[in-house]
């Protein structure tokens, strides 16, 4: 269990790909935590944001019904910066750059749709080998599949991403989630947490 950031009302702990962010590893943290701190009831933990199966990287779960609402708040308000890493297919043109489009959630799938949410993104091309790309994306928006849709409707498929390039089941996919940064919702302090992405 990697534990990045703790305090009385927030965790962030590194998903790894292949797990779903809730039940099954929301379940694995409060697990570890009654036993770790030896609690004779029940555990309070919620996630505060999702993480696609097959993606890894940086979830933050609230400890308090107190820390959720007041991180739920600061996401709704786009007050919560989170930066990501992706290893993709085709080196993009431009070096750097912002993707926008509207996007809808399908049945396992999102899709461009002009009348769907507004989806924005910012990129910068770390590095290059060959094919591939490393992007570092600052996430605007946090739409359902967001970056795996917006980099494969480009033609930059995320390597390992299956379920975009080939309708098939993607088990773990080159997107890591490396940092977040917000005021802390009840300590009012700059919060940053980040974690290397081991892919870089």
Not at 5 to 26: C, M, Q, R, W
Request: hydrophobic content about 40%; aromatic content about 8%.
């Amino acid at each position: 269990m990697q534990i990045v950031y703790e305090d009385n009302h927030l965790i962030a702990v590194v998903k790894p790909a292949g797990t779903s962010t809730e039940p099954h590893f929301e379940d694995e943290v409060k697990a570890f935590i009654k036993v770790r701190d030896q609690k004779p009831f029940n555990v309070y933990l919620k996630a505060t944001h999702r993480l696609d199966r097959p993606a890894s990287g940086i979830v933050l779960f609230a400890k308090t019904d107190k820390g959720l609402v007041r991180m739920h708040k600061l996401m709704r308000e786009r007050k919560v910066k989170k930066t990501y890493y992706a290893l993709v297919e085709r080196v993009p043109a431009l070096p750097i750059g912002s993707w926008e489009d509207h996007i809808s959630k399908g049945e396992k799938k999102a899709f461009l749709d002009p009348y769907g949410k507004e989806a924005i993104l910012h990129y910068e091309t770390v590095s290059s080998k060959g094919n591939q790309a490393l992007l570092k994306i600052d996430l605007v928006t946090g739409r359902y599949h967001q970056i795996r849709l917006q980099a494969a409707s480009r033609g930059h498929f995320i390597v390992g991403d299956d379920l975009y390039k080939k309708g098939l089941a993607s088990h773990e996919i080159a997107l890591f989630h490396s940092k977040m940064e917000f005021i802390h919702p009840i300590k009012g302090t700059l919060c940053i947490i980040a974690v290397q992405c081991p892919f870089i």
